[in-house]
T-cell receptor
């Protein structure tokens, strides 16, 4: 059963701590993405990666870091420099170019709460 | 980046057809139009995508006029389970340049 897994579903951290969110896909997709969603708002792009060992900043990359050492994995680290880290984080992947070039597959999300 | 404008909310009743129109006046030649559905505390789910004219799949239809400056998502015979937020996106994905912008979406509420 192919898909994207994110763990954990809920995460609680103290202010000042770094935290890493996991994202794994077995869809054999080249591109992967991290989004942040705040209540009542749309998704905002944090980082994306088109290929292993390469990634680009999105609209709100400050305070976040990523790595792409394997095609299947794209972990996101929320650092202590991120001023408002409490949010719902979504990971996604997409197929290579083709008829469904705009289709992203999303994971179930991780809700991070920092106090 | 093409900006999209869609209604904040729409109400409907079970069995009715729901049409959500999205405006995207500055759509680029290579941009695709994609719609997603999102339930609370879940990731968005792809509904339909088109470039021009009409596209239909098992869950929805997408109407795109010749000038491509707007598009209309049509949900036939909605049920209570169609209550969700619907996002209209215009742009493209890798390996082309990433060009997508999620707005606030349209909250569709289906009543019995």
């Amino acid at each position: 059963d192919g898909g994207i897994t994110q763990s954990p579903k809920y995460l609680f951290r103290k202010e000042g701590q770094n935290v890493t969110l996991s994202c794994e896909q077995n869809l054999n997709h080249d591109a992967m993405y991290w989004y942040r969603q705040d209540p009542g708002q749309g998704l905002r792009l944090i980082y994306y990666s088109q290929i292993v060992n390469d990634f680009q900043k999105g609209d709100i990359a400050e305070g976040y870091s990523v790595s792409r050492e394997k095609k299947e994995s794209f972990p996101l680290t929320v650092t202590s420099a991120q001023k408002n880290p409490t949010a719902f984080y979504l990971c996604a992947s997409s197929k290579p170019a083709g008829p469904a070039r705009g289709e992203q597959y999303f994971g179930p999300g991780t809700r991070l709460t920092v106090t | 980046l093409a900006k999209t404008t869609q209604p904040i909310s729409m109400d409907s009743y079970e069995g009715q057809e729901v049409n959500i129109t999205c405006s995207h006046n500055n759509i680029a030649t290579n941009d695709y139009i994609t719609w997603y559905q999102q339930f609370p505390s879940q990731g968005p789910r792809f509904i339909i995508q088109g470039y021009k004219t009409k596209v239909t799949n098992e869950v929805a239809s997408l109407f795109i006029p010749a000038d491509r400056k707007s598009s209309t998502l049509s949900l036939p015979r909605v049920s209570l389970s169609d209550t969700a937020v619907y996002y209209c996106l215009v742009g493209d994905l890798p390996p082309n340049d990433y060009k997508l912008s999620f707005g606030a979406g349209t909250t569709v509420t289906v009543r019995a």
